[in-house]
């Protein structure tokens, strides 16, 4: 199994900040990987794919980068909307996510 | 509106069985391959089954595999997940999400509460 560990867990930041969020494979999985955003009592919504592609309508300051075992989730001026917490999600052998980083307010 | 809607959660015994829906609307549901995914209370998302487009072909997480059956009506748009001997460690909010061609999944439910508890 493909194993996905992020990193931080929490993640403290104030609103403007710029922040990233790595995830690691345990084994390559080219650019197969996925980031979710999901707000407390809510499903979990896409924001990228194939590690770099933005998903329609998704705001620009989130851009993501990476291949093989090592990805960023970088968020540009960090807005009141963005706090949540956030996935990675591997697709190249079924499907595994990351353990999920908390965006908090500092 | 392109939408997934769960249904079928609620209370159960260990060892009872519980069978969860997912109505689809908005797209061609029988072109779509479906997942389920859980999450449990306060913790990450759980990838559990995966359905083809047509039914013929059924994957499972090891931690369900021989206790819950996926299957769809591409007549109802509906998929399933049929959840057997239950036990405390499948208590999750599951959620039903839609496999893109390039299968990440572009779409999600809003999700239905499963608790086993005695």
């Known amino acids: 199994d493909i194993q996905m560990t992020q990193s931080p867990s929490t993640l403290s930041a104030s609103v403007g900040d710029t922040v990233t969020i790595t995830c690691r494979a345990s084994q390559s999985i080219n650019i197969w990987l996925a980031w979710y955003q999901q707000k407390p009592g809510k499903s979990p919504k896409l924001l990228i794919y194939k590690a770099s592609v933005l998903e329609n309508g998704v705001p620009s300051r989130f851009s993501g980068s990476g291949s093989g075992t090592e990805f960023t989730l970088t968020i540009s001026s960090l807005q009141p909307d963005d706090f949540a917490t956030y996935y990675c999600?591997?697709?190249?052998?079924?499907?595994?996510f990351g353990q999920g980083t908390k965006v908090e307010m500092k | 509106q392109v939408q997934l809607v769960e249904s079928g959660g609620g209370v159960v015994q260990p060892g009872r069985s519980l069978r969860l829906s997912c109505a689809a609307s908005?797209?061609?549901?029988?072109?779509?391959?479906m997942n389920w995914v859980r999450q449990a209370p306060g913790k990450g998302l759980e990838w559990v089954a995966v359905?083809?487009?047509?039914?013929?072909?059924?994957y499972y997480a090891d931690s369900v595999k021989g206790r819950f059956i996926i299957s769809r009506d591409n007549s109802k748009s509906t998929v399933h997940l049929h959840l057997n001997s239950l036990r405390a460690e499948d208590t999750a909010v599951y959620y039903c999400a839609r496999k893109h061609f390039d299968d990440y999944f572009d779409l999600w439910g809003q999700g239905t509460l499963v608790t086993v508890s005695s």
């Open positions: 999600q591997q697709y190249t052998r079924y499907w595994t």
């Open positions: 359905i083809s487009f047509d039914g013929s072909h059924q």
């Open positions: 908005g797209f061609i549901f029988s072109n779509a391959p």
